[in-house]
């Protein structure tokens, strides 16, 4: 299983981007997928999670407001909604998962391979 996130790009200072990630690869269940972030020079950091079976969801302070994550239950897809954007903002944005790929596999943790989020004017 390989997760695909896609839709970063370079964005104005206030403007949006719809992140999107989901597994390319059937599934058998999920249980929570996530967002972390890496800017030049910093550690990945936390953005947001959601949790499959509750829909709970969790955001890292400097986004509550700002960032929305959301789901696809068909699609096994998580997205993330970045409005107001900053150039703190900068970093490649990397999804992140819980899943369990059939009835004979342990849920395991996967990565995506990250996708660019410029801020910039």
């Known amino acids: 299983v390989q997760l695909q996130a896609s839709g970063g790009g370079l964005v104005q200072p206030g403007g949006s981007l719809r992140l999107s990630c989901a597994p390319s690869t059937p599934i058998l269940s999920n249980y929570h997928m996530g967002w972390f972030r890496q800017a030049p020079g910093k550690e990945r950091e936390f953005v947001a999670a959601?949790?499959?079976?509750?829909?709970?969801?969790l955001y890292t302070d400097s986004v509550k407001g700002r960032f929305t994550i959301s789901r696809d239950n068909a699609q096994n897809a998580v997205y993330l909604q970045m409005n107001s954007l900053r150039a703190e903002d900068t970093a490649v944005y990397f999804c992140?998962?819980?899943?369990?790929?059939?009835?004979?596999?342990?849920?395991?943790?996967?990565w995506g391979q990250g996708t660019q989020v410029t801020v910039s004017s």
């Open positions: 959601l949790t499959w079976r509750e829909a709970n969801t």
């Open positions: 992140n998962a819980e899943i369990r790929r059939h009835r004979f596999a342990q849920p395991q943790e996967y």
